[in-house]
């Protein structure tokens, strides 16, 4: 892959899409490089996509919804690109990777691109990759960008946080504990669809809905100036995607009056600029033997407790100024 360099001309085509994205998933530092480099060049070209999270626990339907949202989208002129973070994907080598078969329509759809959950250690580096990728999608010219994430916990806070609107999708059944839920995700939730409304599970379906809307009127709402509203989806009907489409939209509009979603992405860009600076200082000062072996070596005494966290930091931190090893 050393070879690899695209361009943004290159974004063209889903294949050095595809390449690009790859490239900016790389650890290597000289691919860094070229990812730095292409990313910079495709920043006057992004932004202009909608960009929505979609959770929920397993099995609630993400991927059936996806495949019907986005079909459905497409249909309307649209071009849809979907990615993932996915904490688990160490383990299973990446779950929307088995799920393009279950999206099999929407995969082959040359309006749409599916990118599987990059690997990594940790959660950060993931959401970091697929915001890159949103990035280079958008420059791809898809104007609406899904990121999925399964309902684990902290996952959910990393997807919100690179998005403008966070969907949660929940199943016909009551209550957050009964349905798995993590506490705080449905606060995070600028829209709740309830999947599956069909077939034998309708009545459970609107007993669901209104447990929810009561339960959101008591929360605050995750988007000052909207309340999160419930719709009732089936993604294996088709019924209710163009009610989800049409609130997406509106609120895009709320975000977009007074300059909220400038400032909600302006906001974004900072908390990711500054996990960025952190990491890769941190990279740069261990990628030297010798100071990994310090840094172990204070990572040792804190854990055993022979050292104070942050007395144990600031030592260190003053050896490295002093020595000027950044
Ligand atoms: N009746 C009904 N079943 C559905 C609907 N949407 C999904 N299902 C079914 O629910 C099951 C799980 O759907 P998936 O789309 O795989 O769910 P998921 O959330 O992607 O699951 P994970 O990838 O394991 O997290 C499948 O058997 C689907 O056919 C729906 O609208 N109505
Ligand atoms: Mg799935």
Redesign the pocket.
């Known amino acids: 892959m050393s070879s690899i360099s695209p361009t943004v001309a290159d974004l063209a085509t889903r294949r050095g899409l595809a390449q690009a994205i790859t490239l900016v998933e790389s650890r290597k530092l000289e691919h860094r490089r070229t990812a730095t480099g292409l990313i910079a060049e495709a920043m006057p070209l992004t932004g202009n996509a909608l960009r929505i999270g979609i959770s929920?626990v397993?099995?609630?339907?993400?991927?059936?919804?996806i495949e019907a949202f986005g079909l459905h989208l497409i249909d309307r002129g649209h071009r849809v690109a979907v990615l993932a973070v996915d904490p688990t994907s160490q383990r299973t080598g990446g779950?929307i990777l088995g799920?393009k078969t279950?999206m099999e329509q929407l995969a082959r759809n040359p309006a749409a691109f599916i990118r599987p959950s990059p690997a990594g250690r940790t959660l950060g580096g993931v959401a970091r990759r697929t915001r890159e990728a949103m990035l280079l999608c958008e420059a791809a010219g898809y104007d609406v960008v899904l990121v999925e994430t399964?309902g684990v916990g902290q996952s959910e806070t990393a997807v919100a946080d690179m998005v403008d609107l966070f969907l949660l999708?929940l199943l016909p059944a009551g209550g957050d504990e009964l349905q798995g839920i993590k506490r705080g995700i449905v606060e995070l939730a600028d829209l709740v669809v309830i999947?599956?409304?069909?077939?034998d599970?309708q009545a459970a379906a609107n007993h669901a809905a209104a447990e929810y809307r009561h339960a959101l009127t008591l929360l605050r709402p995750a988007q000052h100036g909207w309340r999160t509203p419930v719709v009732q989806?089936?993604?294996?009907?088709g019924r209710g995607l163009d009610q989800v489409w049409d609130l997406a939209t509106r609120f895009r509009a709320v975000l977009e009056r007074g300059n909220t979603l400038a400032d909600k992405r302006g906001g974004q860009a900072l908390a990711w600029f500054r996990s960025d600076l952190r990491e890769a200082l941190l990279d740069r000062l261990t990628a030297d033997p010798a100071w990994r072996r310090e840094v172990e070596a204070a990572e040792a005494a804190v854990r055993a407790g022979a050292a104070a966290p942050s007395g144990a930091a600031a030592a260190l931190l003053d050896r490295v100024l002093d020595q000027r090893a950044l």
Do not use: A, H, M, Q
């Open positions: 929920g397993p099995g609630v339907g993400k991927s059936t919804f779950s799920d279950r399964v999708l999947n599956k409304c069909d077939g599970l989806v089936s993604s294996i009907e």
